[in-house]
Protein backbone atom coordinates (compact mmCIF):
# COMPACT_ATOMS: atom_id res chain seq x y z
CA UNK A 1 0.00 0.00 0.00
CA UNK A 2 0.99 3.44 -0.81
CA UNK A 3 2.21 5.72 2.13
CA UNK A 4 -0.24 9.19 1.91
CA UNK A 5 3.03 11.12 2.80
CA UNK A 6 4.85 10.07 0.50
CA UNK A 7 5.73 12.69 -3.06
CA UNK A 8 3.57 13.46 -4.85
CA UNK A 9 3.52 13.64 -8.96
CA UNK A 10 2.54 17.00 -10.62
CA UNK A 11 0.25 17.99 -13.30
CA UNK A 12 1.30 21.09 -15.18
CA UNK A 13 -1.69 23.18 -16.71
CA UNK A 14 -1.48 21.91 -20.72
CA UNK A 15 -4.15 22.93 -23.28
CA UNK A 16 -2.82 20.89 -25.50
CA UNK A 17 -3.73 17.28 -27.06
CA UNK A 18 -0.75 15.51 -27.06
CA UNK A 19 0.76 16.81 -24.27
CA UNK A 20 -2.02 16.47 -22.11
CA UNK A 21 -2.12 12.78 -22.57
CA UNK A 22 1.41 12.53 -22.50
CA UNK A 23 1.29 13.66 -19.20
CA UNK A 24 -1.80 10.91 -18.03
CA UNK A 25 0.25 8.37 -19.72
CA UNK A 26 3.09 9.01 -17.30
CA UNK A 27 0.45 9.08 -13.78
CA UNK A 28 -0.99 5.93 -15.38
CA UNK A 29 2.27 3.83 -15.87
CA UNK A 30 3.49 5.24 -12.54
CA UNK A 31 0.33 3.89 -10.97
CA UNK A 32 -2.87 3.26 -10.48
CA UNK A 33 -3.90 5.69 -7.80
CA UNK A 34 -1.43 8.30 -6.73
CA UNK A 35 -1.47 11.91 -5.02
CA UNK A 36 -0.89 14.45 -7.55
CA UNK A 37 -0.54 18.44 -7.36
CA UNK A 38 -2.74 20.67 -10.00
CA UNK A 39 -1.27 23.45 -11.25
CA UNK A 40 -1.94 25.98 -9.39
CA UNK A 41 -4.70 24.16 -7.10
CA UNK A 42 -4.59 21.06 -4.13
CA UNK A 43 -3.10 17.93 -3.67
CA UNK A 44 -6.06 15.43 -5.11
CA UNK A 45 -5.69 11.61 -5.44
CA UNK A 46 -5.86 10.87 -9.01
CA UNK A 47 -7.52 7.55 -10.41
CA UNK A 48 -5.35 7.23 -13.89
CA UNK A 49 -6.37 3.04 -15.19
CA UNK A 50 -9.28 1.74 -16.17
CA UNK A 51 -10.42 -0.76 -13.74
CA UNK A 52 -9.67 1.42 -10.92
CA UNK A 53 -11.32 3.87 -12.28
CA UNK A 54 -14.75 2.21 -12.66
CA UNK A 55 -14.10 0.66 -9.03
CA UNK A 56 -13.83 4.53 -8.06
CA UNK A 57 -16.70 6.14 -9.74
CA UNK A 58 -18.95 3.40 -8.12
CA UNK A 59 -17.57 3.35 -4.74
CA UNK A 60 -19.77 4.23 -1.79
CA UNK A 61 -17.35 6.02 0.44
CA UNK A 62 -16.09 8.22 -2.49
CA UNK A 63 -19.20 11.07 -2.15
CA UNK A 64 -19.98 14.12 -4.22
CA UNK A 65 -21.82 15.85 -1.14
CA UNK A 66 -18.57 17.96 0.16
CA UNK A 67 -21.10 18.25 3.36
CA UNK A 68 -20.87 14.92 4.01
CA UNK A 69 -17.30 15.06 4.53
CA UNK A 70 -16.24 15.31 8.44
CA UNK A 71 -12.59 15.79 7.92
CA UNK A 72 -12.08 18.41 5.12
CA UNK A 73 -8.33 18.98 5.58
CA UNK A 74 -7.14 17.56 2.37
CA UNK A 75 -10.38 18.97 0.25
CA UNK A 76 -11.52 22.63 -0.35
CA UNK A 77 -11.39 23.49 3.19
CA UNK A 78 -8.06 25.21 2.45
CA UNK A 79 -9.36 27.81 -0.57
CA UNK A 80 -10.95 27.98 -3.46
CA UNK A 81 -10.36 26.28 -7.28
CA UNK A 82 -10.92 27.64 -9.96
CA UNK A 83 -13.41 24.92 -11.14
CA UNK A 84 -14.89 23.96 -7.71
CA UNK A 85 -17.76 25.24 -9.04
CA UNK A 86 -19.70 21.53 -9.29
CA UNK A 87 -18.79 20.91 -5.91
CA UNK A 88 -19.84 24.05 -3.79
CA UNK A 89 -22.19 25.93 -6.61
CA UNK A 90 -25.86 24.56 -4.57
CA UNK A 91 -27.60 21.43 -4.39
CA UNK A 92 -28.15 19.21 -7.38
CA UNK A 93 -28.07 16.19 -8.96
CA UNK A 94 -24.03 16.34 -9.92
CA UNK A 95 -23.20 17.13 -5.91
CA UNK A 96 -25.24 14.85 -4.38
CA UNK A 97 -25.27 11.34 -3.50
CA UNK A 98 -28.10 8.71 -2.16
CA UNK A 99 -31.29 9.34 -1.54
CA UNK A 100 -31.08 13.33 -2.41
CA UNK A 101 -29.25 12.52 -5.89
CA UNK A 102 -32.55 9.89 -6.55
CA UNK A 103 -34.54 13.03 -5.46
CA UNK A 104 -33.59 15.11 -8.14
CA UNK A 105 -32.22 12.49 -10.98
CA UNK A 106 -36.02 10.80 -10.96
CA UNK A 107 -37.58 14.33 -12.01
CA UNK A 108 -34.61 14.10 -15.56
CA UNK A 109 -35.78 10.61 -16.95
CA UNK A 110 -39.57 11.39 -18.20
CA UNK A 111 -37.33 13.95 -20.58
CA UNK A 112 -33.88 12.97 -20.92
CA UNK A 113 -33.68 8.39 -20.74
CA UNK A 114 -32.91 6.40 -23.38
CA UNK A 115 -36.64 5.74 -24.09
CA UNK A 116 -37.71 9.23 -24.18
CA UNK A 117 -34.97 11.40 -25.49
CA UNK A 118 -35.89 10.23 -29.08
CA UNK A 119 -38.92 12.43 -29.36
CA UNK A 120 -36.45 15.29 -29.29
CA UNK A 121 -35.37 14.59 -32.48
CA UNK A 122 -37.56 16.45 -35.24
CA UNK A 123 -36.55 19.63 -32.93
CA UNK A 124 -33.20 18.96 -33.04
CA UNK A 125 -33.15 18.31 -36.73
CA UNK A 126 -34.84 21.85 -37.40
CA UNK A 127 -32.49 23.64 -35.00
CA UNK A 128 -29.42 21.89 -36.93
CA UNK A 129 -30.62 23.13 -40.32
CA UNK A 130 -31.50 26.65 -38.87
CA UNK A 131 -27.75 26.52 -37.46
CA UNK A 132 -25.94 25.46 -40.28
CA UNK A 133 -27.76 28.55 -41.91
CA UNK A 134 -25.86 30.07 -39.65
CA UNK A 135 -22.65 28.49 -40.42
CA UNK A 136 -22.89 29.45 -43.96
CA UNK A 137 -23.25 33.10 -43.29
CA UNK A 138 -20.26 33.61 -40.89
CA UNK A 139 -17.58 35.50 -42.16
CA UNK A 140 -14.87 33.42 -40.88
CA UNK A 141 -16.36 30.15 -40.09
CA UNK A 142 -15.84 28.10 -36.61
CA UNK A 143 -17.85 25.00 -36.08
CA UNK A 144 -17.98 25.02 -32.72
CA UNK A 145 -18.91 28.66 -32.41
CA UNK A 146 -21.05 28.91 -35.31
CA UNK A 147 -22.74 25.49 -35.18
CA UNK A 148 -22.04 23.32 -32.11
CA UNK A 149 -22.40 25.73 -29.64
CA UNK A 150 -25.65 27.67 -30.56
CA UNK A 151 -27.22 24.10 -31.23
CA UNK A 152 -26.69 21.85 -28.07
CA UNK A 153 -27.25 25.41 -26.19
CA UNK A 154 -30.66 25.67 -28.25
CA UNK A 155 -31.69 21.94 -27.56
CA UNK A 156 -30.90 22.37 -23.98
CA UNK A 157 -33.38 25.45 -23.58
CA UNK A 158 -36.23 23.35 -25.77
CA UNK A 159 -35.96 20.88 -23.24
CA UNK A 160 -35.58 22.98 -20.33
CA UNK A 161 -38.53 25.28 -21.67
CA UNK A 162 -36.20 28.75 -21.75
CA UNK A 163 -37.34 30.68 -24.82
CA UNK A 164 -34.45 30.53 -27.86
CA UNK A 165 -33.34 33.95 -27.40
CA UNK A 166 -31.39 33.39 -23.88
CA UNK A 167 -29.67 30.42 -26.09
CA UNK A 168 -26.53 32.34 -26.71
CA UNK A 169 -26.47 34.12 -23.37
CA UNK A 170 -26.99 30.52 -21.41
CA UNK A 171 -23.97 29.48 -23.41
CA UNK A 172 -21.87 32.57 -22.91
CA UNK A 173 -22.76 31.79 -19.15
CA UNK A 174 -21.69 28.29 -19.14
CA UNK A 175 -18.47 28.99 -20.81
CA UNK A 176 -17.13 31.33 -18.16
CA UNK A 177 -17.77 29.04 -15.02
CA UNK A 178 -16.35 25.79 -16.55
CA UNK A 179 -13.83 27.33 -18.46
CA UNK A 180 -11.29 27.16 -15.68
CA UNK A 181 -10.25 30.93 -14.97
CA UNK A 182 -9.62 32.74 -12.21
CA UNK A 183 -11.32 31.44 -9.23
CA UNK A 184 -13.04 35.11 -8.64
CA UNK A 185 -13.90 35.63 -11.52
CA UNK A 186 -15.69 31.93 -11.68
CA UNK A 187 -17.48 32.56 -8.58
CA UNK A 188 -18.68 36.03 -10.13
CA UNK A 189 -19.77 34.74 -13.26
CA UNK A 190 -21.47 31.87 -11.40
CA UNK A 191 -23.78 34.24 -8.99
CA UNK A 192 -24.68 36.92 -11.48
CA UNK A 193 -25.91 34.16 -13.84
CA UNK A 194 -27.95 32.48 -10.65
CA UNK A 195 -29.54 35.35 -10.55
CA UNK A 196 -30.48 35.74 -13.84
CA UNK A 197 -31.98 32.00 -13.44
CA UNK A 198 -33.48 32.51 -10.69
CA UNK A 199 -35.70 35.22 -11.99
CA UNK A 200 -36.85 33.49 -15.00
CA UNK A 201 -37.48 30.72 -12.16
CA UNK A 202 -39.74 33.14 -10.85
CA UNK A 203 -41.54 33.95 -14.23
CA UNK A 204 -41.99 30.57 -15.07
CA UNK A 205 -43.92 29.66 -11.92
CA UNK A 206 -47.03 31.51 -13.72
CA UNK A 207 -46.74 30.19 -16.90
CA UNK A 208 -46.10 26.38 -16.74
CA UNK A 209 -45.86 23.72 -19.61
CA UNK A 210 -44.65 20.44 -19.38
CA UNK A 211 -41.15 20.98 -20.20
CA UNK A 212 -38.05 20.04 -17.61
CA UNK A 213 -37.92 23.01 -15.87
CA UNK A 214 -41.73 23.67 -15.11
CA UNK A 215 -41.22 19.84 -13.99
CA UNK A 216 -38.83 21.08 -11.33
CA UNK A 217 -41.41 23.46 -10.53
CA UNK A 218 -43.67 21.01 -9.93
CA UNK A 219 -41.58 19.26 -7.34
CA UNK A 220 -41.03 22.34 -5.61
CA UNK A 221 -44.43 23.09 -4.84
CA UNK A 222 -45.05 19.47 -3.90
CA UNK A 223 -42.58 19.97 -1.03
CA UNK A 224 -39.70 17.71 -2.16
CA UNK A 225 -37.36 20.42 -3.94
CA UNK A 226 -36.38 24.13 -2.42
CA UNK A 227 -36.32 26.85 -4.76
CA UNK A 228 -32.78 27.04 -4.48
CA UNK A 229 -32.36 23.48 -5.56
CA UNK A 230 -34.39 24.19 -8.66
CA UNK A 231 -32.06 27.27 -9.74
CA UNK A 232 -28.93 24.78 -8.75
CA UNK A 233 -30.48 22.22 -10.81
CA UNK A 234 -31.28 24.61 -13.83
CA UNK A 235 -27.36 26.08 -14.01
CA UNK A 236 -26.07 22.42 -13.18
CA UNK A 237 -28.11 21.04 -16.27
CA UNK A 238 -27.49 23.84 -18.53
CA UNK A 239 -24.01 23.47 -17.99
CA UNK A 240 -24.08 19.42 -18.24
CA UNK A 241 -25.96 20.00 -21.47
CA UNK A 242 -24.02 22.79 -23.33
CA UNK A 243 -20.01 22.98 -22.89
CA UNK A 244 -20.13 18.76 -23.00
CA UNK A 245 -22.38 18.24 -26.11
CA UNK A 246 -20.82 21.39 -28.46
CA UNK A 247 -17.22 19.57 -27.38
CA UNK A 248 -18.53 16.30 -29.00
CA UNK A 249 -19.87 17.31 -31.97
CA UNK A 250 -16.41 19.77 -32.68
CA UNK A 251 -14.08 17.24 -31.78
CA UNK A 252 -15.35 14.88 -34.44
CA UNK A 253 -15.27 17.47 -36.97
CA UNK A 254 -11.81 18.27 -35.85
CA UNK A 255 -10.83 14.34 -36.15
CA UNK A 256 -12.70 13.35 -39.66
CA UNK A 257 -10.17 16.39 -40.18
CA UNK A 258 -9.48 17.93 -43.71
CA UNK A 259 -9.21 14.42 -45.78
CA UNK A 260 -8.89 11.56 -43.82
CA UNK A 261 -11.92 10.98 -42.22
CA UNK A 262 -15.67 9.61 -43.24
CA UNK A 263 -17.05 12.30 -45.43
CA UNK A 264 -20.90 12.82 -46.40
CA UNK A 265 -21.87 9.21 -47.87
CA UNK A 266 -20.06 7.06 -45.48
CA UNK A 267 -21.93 9.29 -42.42
CA UNK A 268 -25.73 8.32 -43.86
CA UNK A 269 -25.03 5.16 -42.28
CA UNK A 270 -26.32 5.14 -38.90
CA UNK A 271 -23.69 2.67 -37.53
CA UNK A 272 -20.92 4.15 -38.98
CA UNK A 273 -22.00 7.46 -37.09
CA UNK A 274 -22.24 5.90 -33.95
CA UNK A 275 -19.18 4.11 -33.97
CA UNK A 276 -17.58 7.06 -34.54
CA UNK A 277 -19.13 9.32 -32.05
CA UNK A 278 -18.64 6.26 -29.19
CA UNK A 279 -14.74 6.65 -30.25
CA UNK A 280 -14.45 10.15 -30.29
CA UNK A 281 -16.15 10.31 -26.58
CA UNK A 282 -13.07 7.80 -26.19
CA UNK A 283 -10.56 9.49 -27.57
CA UNK A 284 -11.16 12.98 -26.62
CA UNK A 285 -13.54 12.80 -23.94
CA UNK A 286 -15.34 16.14 -22.84
CA UNK A 287 -15.32 15.87 -19.07
CA UNK A 288 -11.43 14.91 -18.62
CA UNK A 289 -11.68 14.32 -14.94
CA UNK A 290 -15.05 13.35 -13.41
CA UNK A 291 -16.58 15.96 -11.22
CA UNK A 292 -15.63 16.17 -7.91
CA UNK A 293 -15.52 13.28 -5.21
CA UNK A 294 -14.57 13.27 -1.69
CA UNK A 295 -13.19 10.25 0.45
CA UNK A 296 -15.86 10.05 3.58
CA UNK A 297 -13.40 7.59 5.26
CA UNK A 298 -10.18 6.08 4.26
CA UNK A 299 -10.28 4.50 1.00
CA UNK A 300 -8.58 1.03 0.24
CA UNK A 301 -8.76 1.55 -3.89
CA UNK A 302 -5.98 -0.44 -6.35
CA UNK A 303 -2.68 -0.81 -3.32
CA UNK A 304 -3.83 3.10 -2.48
CA UNK A 305 -5.70 3.73 0.75
CA UNK A 306 -6.72 7.33 0.68
CA UNK A 307 -7.32 8.83 3.64
CA UNK A 308 -10.45 10.71 4.68
CA UNK A 309 -10.72 14.09 3.67
CA UNK A 310 -9.19 14.28 0.31
CA UNK A 311 -10.17 15.16 -3.14
CA UNK A 312 -10.02 12.09 -5.73
CA UNK A 313 -10.51 13.15 -9.58
CA UNK A 314 -10.92 9.80 -11.80
CA UNK A 315 -9.17 10.97 -14.57
CA UNK A 316 -11.57 9.60 -17.31
CA UNK A 317 -9.26 10.95 -20.23
CA UNK A 318 -6.67 8.06 -18.53
CA UNK A 319 -8.69 5.83 -18.13
CA UNK A 320 -10.30 5.71 -21.49
CA UNK A 321 -6.42 5.45 -23.05
CA UNK A 322 -5.67 2.69 -20.86
CA UNK A 323 -3.87 0.10 -23.31
CA UNK A 324 -5.40 -2.41 -20.94
CA UNK A 325 -8.53 -1.72 -21.52
CA UNK A 326 -8.42 -0.70 -25.24
CA UNK A 327 -6.19 -1.54 -27.97
CA UNK A 328 -4.06 1.05 -29.71
CA UNK A 329 -5.74 3.94 -27.11
CA UNK A 330 -3.69 6.64 -28.54
CA UNK A 331 -5.07 6.38 -32.01
CA UNK A 332 -8.33 7.92 -33.21
CA UNK A 333 -9.94 4.60 -34.48
CA UNK A 334 -14.07 5.61 -36.01
CA UNK A 335 -14.48 2.08 -37.08
CA UNK A 336 -12.77 1.05 -33.92
CA UNK A 337 -14.97 -2.99 -33.25
CA UNK A 338 -16.13 -2.52 -29.72
CA UNK A 339 -14.77 -4.82 -26.39
CA UNK A 340 -16.01 -5.91 -23.71
CA UNK A 341 -14.47 -2.83 -22.13
CA UNK A 342 -16.55 0.58 -22.70
CA UNK A 343 -15.87 4.04 -22.42
CA UNK A 344 -15.91 5.49 -19.53
CA UNK A 345 -16.70 9.30 -21.12
CA UNK A 346 -20.26 9.32 -19.57
CA UNK A 347 -19.61 8.04 -15.99
CA UNK A 348 -20.04 4.50 -14.26
CA UNK A 349 -22.37 3.90 -11.39
CA UNK A 350 -25.27 5.72 -9.76
CA UNK A 351 -24.01 9.32 -11.51
CA UNK A 352 -24.11 7.90 -15.21
CA UNK A 353 -24.48 11.01 -17.60
CA UNK A 354 -28.24 11.55 -17.01
CA UNK A 355 -27.75 13.62 -20.35
CA UNK A 356 -26.30 11.03 -22.52
CA UNK A 357 -28.73 9.85 -24.83
CA UNK A 358 -29.47 13.38 -25.21
CA UNK A 359 -26.00 14.14 -26.39
CA UNK A 360 -25.16 11.09 -28.21
CA UNK A 361 -28.49 12.27 -30.33
CA UNK A 362 -27.78 15.69 -30.91
CA UNK A 363 -24.18 14.47 -32.37
CA UNK A 364 -26.22 12.01 -34.57
CA UNK A 365 -28.20 14.52 -36.07
CA UNK A 366 -25.37 17.08 -36.27
CA UNK A 367 -22.79 15.51 -38.24
CA UNK A 368 -24.40 13.93 -40.79
CA UNK A 369 -26.23 17.26 -41.33
CA UNK A 370 -23.16 19.59 -41.89
CA UNK A 371 -21.35 17.11 -44.31
CA UNK A 372 -24.48 16.73 -45.95
CA UNK A 373 -24.77 20.58 -46.23
CA UNK A 374 -21.32 20.88 -46.70
CA UNK A 375 -19.67 18.10 -48.62
CA UNK A 376 -16.65 20.09 -49.01
CA UNK A 377 -15.83 20.90 -45.44
CA UNK A 378 -12.25 21.21 -44.20
CA UNK A 379 -10.69 21.66 -41.02
CA UNK A 380 -8.27 24.49 -41.14
CA UNK A 381 -6.26 23.12 -38.53
CA UNK A 382 -4.94 19.62 -37.25
CA UNK A 383 -6.63 18.21 -34.21
CA UNK A 384 -3.15 18.55 -32.41
CA UNK A 385 -3.11 21.94 -32.94
CA UNK A 386 -6.43 22.68 -31.34
CA UNK A 387 -5.91 24.91 -27.79
CA UNK A 388 -7.88 23.61 -25.23
CA UNK A 389 -9.09 25.41 -22.36
CA UNK A 390 -7.57 24.06 -19.28
CA UNK A 391 -9.98 23.71 -16.50
CA UNK A 392 -9.51 20.45 -14.59
CA UNK A 393 -12.85 18.73 -15.21
CA UNK A 394 -13.66 20.18 -18.43
CA UNK A 395 -12.06 21.04 -21.53
CA UNK A 396 -13.44 22.09 -25.07
CA UNK A 397 -11.19 23.83 -28.30
CA UNK A 398 -11.07 27.39 -27.73
CA UNK A 399 -11.71 27.40 -31.71
CA UNK A 400 -12.36 24.57 -34.83
CA UNK A 401 -12.13 27.08 -38.16
CA UNK A 402 -13.15 25.36 -40.89
CA UNK A 403 -13.16 25.80 -44.39
CA UNK A 404 -16.95 25.12 -46.09
CA UNK A 405 -15.80 25.10 -49.54
CA UNK A 406 -17.85 26.52 -52.94
CA UNK A 407 -21.30 27.79 -52.59
Known amino acids: MKDPGESVACLPKIDGHHALFGALAELRERAAVLPVDLAEGPTVWMVTRYAEAKQALAHPDLVKDYRSVADRAGGFGRERYRDDVWALLGRHAVNSDGADHRRFRKVYAPFLSATKVGRWRPQIESIADAMLERLSRAESPDVLRDFAEPLTATVACRVLGIDDELADLMSDYAKRVVGGGDPAEVSSAAAEWAQLLAELVLAKRRAGDELLLSAMLERHRAGEW ?73 VLLGDAVIPAGSIVLVSIAAADHDPDAFDDPGAWCPNRSARPAGHLSFGYGEHFCVGAALARLEATVALPALYQRFPDLRTRQEFHELRWTSAIVEQRPLAVPVSLGPS
Do not use: K
Open 226 to 298: QLSEVVANLQATLIAGLTTSSTLIAAAVALIGADDGPRAEELGDPATVSRLIEETLRFRPPVVDSTWRFARHD
